[in-house]
């Protein structure tokens, strides 16, 4: 189960949800969890 952090790394994690730190995305969207949009990552 390590991999899994590493594979969000190089799908590009460029948006997160600011509740769900796990939940990121290369673009802009909404959190499939809670409905926020996500913010993007500096
Ligand atoms: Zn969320």
Do not use: R, W
């Not at 390590?2 to 730190?21: L, R, S």
Request: aromatic fraction near 4%.
């Amino acid at each position: 189960m390590k991999n899994v952090n590493f594979q969000i790394e190089a799908t590009g994690d460029k948006y997160v949800c600011p509740m769900h730190p796990d939940v990121t995305s290369d673009k802009a969207g909404k959190c499939p969890k809670c409905g926020m949009n996500l913010v993007a990552k500096k």
